[in-house]
């Protein structure tokens, strides 16, 4: 599903975010990307969804090479990926509906379709009573469970996600790691970048531990479980 | 074999342009509401700004139509040394209209030039004492179409004039049609400086401002991004937004130019010692107007596009 076949990123010449990368994620893993500040987690997950380059070497995301995409091609790609971060990118201007809304517009859905599949997901993560409020006047945990519903909204192939539990507290990331897991379960390949032990030791799952952009660790204690 | 689930999502309606368009321009408007405040400090940016390129249309067309007033008088007269006949007047009008750049042509009988003479001289009629209609000589006045009144296109006129026949001496005022024509020249010039700065400065502080509106919601082109727009799909409301926003302070500078023109020209006469609704002061031309129009709109979306392509990307 995701290969990642000797990648160096570098934003500076002399201190490059990956070094030499080589990973292969298979179709349905549940991953954990560990690793301190700057070990370039956030930038492993960039890759995957074309939001950075290589500077070296080539990566793979559902068989297509990601390297070589123009950029009208990465859109696509994006569709089937989907992304959440520790800051939840919600528009506080706009309704919990329209929040998650924007990713089936994007894809061209009717309006009608749009609604009963928002509020199916939002209902599937526990907050469709709070589909009219603006995203301001929610908990953490709830605006994180906005930011997932816009992300699994249209089912994707892969779910990212770059510090999700950085601001919530010890319930709400249980609540969090929950949806990840059904996700997962339900055929989504999941990658999790996150330096919270809790989080980590929430499930026997594969590790990748990473220091100054190369792979100290490649552990999988699925089989353990 | 089962069918993954990823196979089985609801396709993508197929949109038309039509309902494409009618997407984007709902969606423009729903921005333009939602950013109510923005919306309003653009369109008044915009506003302000086409008001300051219409006052000096306003300003350029008046004056323009002052000294093109002024080229008329730009005329050539032929003097002759006794009076003509009737015949021989018509004769040498036809002769003359037939030339190349001849707008019109009037004689000026002895008679006729003391009466003109006279009404110069009102006040001082006691100048004209001794003169007899004899002293003063006929002439011919013609005037010029307005592409032959530069220094050059009268000179080659005069030389075709002197060819004809019956014609006698010859003047046109050679200095002061220069000295006039460069003044003319300059002020064309100027105008176009000027003009052309006014709109460099325009279109500097209109994109300035749409490029902080766009800043402002710089996490929602993220978004967009994110979740697979493609650079056209997250392009088309905000460029629909900057037409709006630019044929809307386009009417309202349209508004108040026209609202501040004729509220000048009802209350001119209380602090200027003359009318000048009498003096031959006009409006903006209706392709003006409509020329506002479409800088407003083309503001608006040069502003927009020049804004969104520093920020989307993928």
Redesign the interface.
């Given at each position: 599903m995701i290969e990642l076949h000797n990648v160096t990123v570098s934003y500076q010449k002399d201190a490059p975010a990956l070094s030499g990368v080589n990973l292969k994620i298979p179709k349905g893993d549940f991953v954990f990307l560990t690793g301190p500040s700057g070990a370039g987690k956030s930038t492993l997950l960039r890759l995957v969804?074309?939001?950075v380059k290589p500077s070296h070497g080539h990566v793979v995301v559902d068989g297509q090479n990601v390297t070589r995409m123009t950029?009208?091609q990465?859109?696509?790609?994006?569709?089937?990926?989907g992304?959440v971060f520790q800051d939840f990118?919600l528009?506080q201007?706009?309704s919990v509906f329209d929040n998650v809304a924007?990713?089936l517009e994007?894809?061209?859905?009717?309006k009608k379709?749009i609604g009963k599949?928002v509020y199916h997901v939002l209902k599937q993560l526990g907050i469709e009573h709070k589909m009219e409020a603006s995203p301001q006047r929610l908990s953490g945990g709830e605006q994180q469970r906005v930011a997932l519903a816009?992300a699994l909204v249209?089912?994707p192939?892969i779910l990212l996600a770059d510090e999700p539990t950085g601001n919530l507290d010890d319930h709400n990331k249980d609540q969090i790691l929950k949806i990840f897991k059904e996700a997962n379960i339900?055929?989504t390949t999941v990658i999790i970048a996150s330096h919270d032990k809790r989080v980590v030791h929430y499930s026997h799952n594969r590790i990748v531990h990473l220091e100054k952009g190369r792979i100290k660790e490649n552990r999988d204690d699925s089989f353990q479980a | 074999m089962t069918r993954s689930r990823h196979s089985v999502r609801p396709h993508a309606s197929a949109m038309g342009p039509w309902s494409r368009f009618c997407y984007f321009a709902a969606k423009a408007w729903a921005n333009l509401l939602n950013n109510r405040l923005v919306t309003a400090i653009t369109v008044f940016t915009i506003t302000l700004a086409l008001l300051i390129i219409s006052l000096f249309l306003l300003f350029y067309v008046n004056i323009e139509g002052t000294v093109d007033q002024w080229s008329r008088k730009v005329v050539v007269t032929v003097y002759f040394e006794g009076e003509l006949t009737p015949q021989e007047v018509t004769s040498l009008k036809g002769k003359v209209s037939s030339l190349q750049g001849t707008d019109s042509v009037q004689y000026i009988g002895k008679e006729e030039a003391l009466k003109r003479f006279r009404s110069r001289l009102k006040g001082q009629e006691s100048l004209l004492e001794g003169v007899a209609p004899d002293t003063l000589p006929a002439s011919m006045e013609i005037s010029l179409k307005k592409q032959f009144r530069s220094s050059e296109a009268i000179a080659s006129y005069v030389a075709a004039l002197r060819k004809v026949q019956g014609i006698g001496e010859i003047q046109y005022g050679e200095e002061w049609v220069r000295k006039f024509l460069s003044f003319y020249q300059f002020l064309r010039l100027l105008g176009l400086l000027i003009g052309g700065f006014l709109l460099l400065t325009v279109m500097f502080i209109v994109s300035n401002t749409i490029k902080l509106t766009i800043l402002a919601r710089k996490e929602e082109l993220e978004i967009l991004s994110l979740v697979g727009a493609t650079p056209f799909f997250i392009k088309a409301p905000f460029l629909i937004e900057g037409m709006i926003q630019g044929a809307c302070g386009a009417l309202f500078a349209i508004i108040l130019l026209v609202s501040g023109y004729y509220a000048f020209l009802s209350n001119a006469v209380n602090f200027l010692s003359f009318n000048p609704a009498d003096s031959g002061m006009i409006f903006l031309p209706p392709v003006y107007i409509a020329a506002l129009l479409f800088g407003g709109v083309t503001l608006g979306l040069i502003g927009s596009l020049a804004s969104l392509k520093k920020f989307v990307i993928n």
């Amino acid at each position: 599903m995701i290969e990642l076949h000797n990648v160096t990123v570098s934003y500076q010449k002399d201190a490059p975010a990956l070094s030499g990368v080589n990973l292969k994620i298979p179709k349905g893993d549940f991953v954990f990307l560990t690793g301190p500040s700057g070990a370039g987690k956030s930038t492993l997950l960039r890759l995957v969804y074309a939001a950075v380059k290589p500077s070296h070497g080539h990566v793979v995301v559902d068989g297509q090479n990601v390297t070589r995409m123009t950029r009208h091609q990465i859109p696509f790609l994006r569709r089937n990926i989907g992304v959440v971060f520790q800051d939840f990118k919600l528009l506080q201007t706009r309704s919990v509906f329209d929040n998650v809304a924007v990713t089936l517009e994007v894809l061209g859905w009717e309006k009608k379709d749009i609604g009963k599949k928002v509020y199916h997901v939002l209902k599937q993560l526990g907050i469709e009573h709070k589909m009219e409020a603006s995203p301001q006047r929610l908990s953490g945990g709830e605006q994180q469970r906005v930011a997932l519903a816009r992300a699994l909204v249209n089912d994707p192939k892969i779910l990212l996600a770059d510090e999700p539990t950085g601001n919530l507290d010890d319930h709400n990331k249980d609540q969090i790691l929950k949806i990840f897991k059904e996700a997962n379960i339900r055929g989504t390949t999941v990658i999790i970048a996150s330096h919270d032990k809790r989080v980590v030791h929430y499930s026997h799952n594969r590790i990748v531990h990473l220091e100054k952009g190369r792979i100290k660790e490649n552990r999988d204690d699925s089989f353990q479980a | 074999m089962t069918r993954s689930r990823h196979s089985v999502r609801p396709h993508a309606s197929a949109m038309g342009p039509w309902s494409r368009f009618c997407y984007f321009a709902a969606k423009a408007w729903a921005n333009l509401l939602n950013n109510r405040l923005v919306t309003a400090i653009t369109v008044f940016t915009i506003t302000l700004a086409l008001l300051i390129i219409s006052l000096f249309l306003l300003f350029y067309v008046n004056i323009e139509g002052t000294v093109d007033q002024w080229s008329r008088k730009v005329v050539v007269t032929v003097y002759f040394e006794g009076e003509l006949t009737p015949q021989e007047v018509t004769s040498l009008k036809g002769k003359v209209s037939s030339l190349q750049g001849t707008d019109s042509v009037q004689y000026i009988g002895k008679e006729e030039a003391l009466k003109r003479f006279r009404s110069r001289l009102k006040g001082q009629e006691s100048l004209l004492e001794g003169v007899a209609p004899d002293t003063l000589p006929a002439s011919m006045e013609i005037s010029l179409k307005k592409q032959f009144r530069s220094s050059e296109a009268i000179a080659s006129y005069v030389a075709a004039l002197r060819k004809v026949q019956g014609i006698g001496e010859i003047q046109y005022g050679e200095e002061w049609v220069r000295k006039f024509l460069s003044f003319y020249q300059f002020l064309r010039l100027l105008g176009l400086l000027i003009g052309g700065f006014l709109l460099l400065t325009v279109m500097f502080i209109v994109s300035n401002t749409i490029k902080l509106t766009i800043l402002a919601r710089k996490e929602e082109l993220e978004i967009l991004s994110l979740v697979g727009a493609t650079p056209f799909f997250i392009k088309a409301p905000f460029l629909i937004e900057g037409m709006i926003q630019g044929a809307c302070g386009a009417l309202f500078a349209i508004i108040l130019l026209v609202s501040g023109y004729y509220a000048f020209l009802s209350n001119a006469v209380n602090f200027l010692s003359f009318n000048p609704a009498d003096s031959g002061m006009i409006f903006l031309p209706p392709v003006y107007i409509a020329a506002l129009l479409f800088g407003g709109v083309t503001l608006g979306l040069i502003g927009s596009l020049a804004s969104l392509k520093k920020f989307v990307i993928n």
